[in-house]
């Protein structure tokens, strides 16, 4: 699949998720698979730009091309500084989101709030696009089938997209009223797959190669985008991969496995977030990887409690080792919540 000049290596894609995919959660799922990843959501606020998050979320330092940031706002003039200034800060692709359901980016007309304007829809991605054309940036589009079940708008949004020149638009498989409730309805995907003639990625409830095969077949989308599915799971990229290219489902990656793929997580995230905030930044990362384990309750917690990064390290490593006589060939977990 190709997004404007980039050809992407596969069609498995990291799906945006705010508090989740900063870089070095991004550079890991690339390692293990993901053809392509998108940053979490950037303010187009420039009142927030020099914010230590912000500062944070812009650092790309390192980063597999293309860089992918997500930009989200209501006013189409702010947006296109927004996406200038991301391109200045080393973005090769700009997202556009108007796919958050959360309240407090909706209250503000922004995310999937513009589905109910799509004449401002139109304005929006109109002066982004302008903004990134002369740089050779091309812009895609988040978004969701509507803003309830009753004004699912996906295919005239798909075709505004399409006429202002989004080079791809990613579909969210439910409305913003469903949240990320019930099971994503892919009809509406298939609808704007068949009515557009720009690429076309689909998410929602992909958590297995298999459901991945299904939805691409179902939709006919040109790729999948995974989130919290992934969550503690960074592998899944590269098991969804191996299923669409050879319908073959790949063993369980061992403890060992696993584990030398969290320790290289820490690493990069300590290094990322500093000493205070990556020990605490840390602790969901950890508990996404072991919430369904035996043990996994006693064990984070008993890491929520630690203050420093390098014990934090030292207690995994340590819990690691003792897995070993058991058999290191043992998966870590079985099971995972679908997104």
Not at 191 to 210: L, T
Not at 292 to 311: F, R, V
């Amino acid at each position: 699949m190709q997004i404007g000049s980039w050809k992407l290596p596969n069609p498995v894609f990291v799906a945006p998720m705010a508090g989740v995919t900063d870089r070095p959660y991004r550079q890991l799922c690339k390692r293990l698979g993901a053809g392509h990843a998108i940053s979490e959501m950037a303010a187009s606020n420039p009142a927030l730009w020099d914010s230590v998050k912000s500062a944070r979320r812009l650092d790309h330092a390192g980063e597999i091309d293309p860089v992918t940031v997500q930009i989200v706002g209501s006013d189409p003039d702010i947006m296109a500084q927004a996406a200038q200034f991301n391109i200045d800060k080393g973005a090769r692709i700009i997202d556009i989101n108007m796919g958050c359901p959360v309240k407090k980016v909706c209250k503000v007309a922004s995310g999937s709030a513009l589905l109910r304007d799509e004449p401002l829809v139109a304005r929006i991605l109109e002066a982004v696009v302008n903004a990134c054309e002369p740089h050779g940036v091309p812009v895609t589009l988040k978004t969701r089938t509507g803003w309830d079940r009753q004004t699912r708008n996906a295919v005239r949004i798909a075709k505004i997209a399409q006429e202002t020149g989004i080079a791809a638009i990613t579909l969210h498989g439910r409305t913003r009223a469903d949240r990320y409730e019930g099971q994503a309805e892919y009809n509406t995907i298939r609808e704007v797959k068949e009515n557009c003639q720009i690429p076309v990625i689909a998410n929602g409830d992909i958590d297995s190669g298999s459901k991945a095969r299904q939805v691409l077949d179902e939709t006919g989308a040109d790729a999948v985008m995974i989130g919290r599915a992934a969550m503690g799971k960074p592998w899944l990229f590269r098991e969804v991969h191996h299923f669409l290219q050879t319908g073959e489902v790949l063993p369980s990656p061992t403890v060992a496995q696993i584990g030398e793929w969290l320790l290289t997580h820490l690493e990069d995230h300590y290094q990322f977030y500093g000493e205070a905030t990556g020990v605490r930044t840390a602790r969901k990362h950890i508990g996404w990887y072991f919430e369904n384990l035996a043990s996994g309750p006693s064990l984070i917690q008993s890491i929520n409690a630690i203050e420093t990064t390098a014990e934090q390290y030292r207690t995994i490593e340590r819990w690691l080792k003792e897995q070993e006589p058991e058999g290191s060939t043992k998966p870590l977990r079985t099971t995972h919540l679908a997104a």
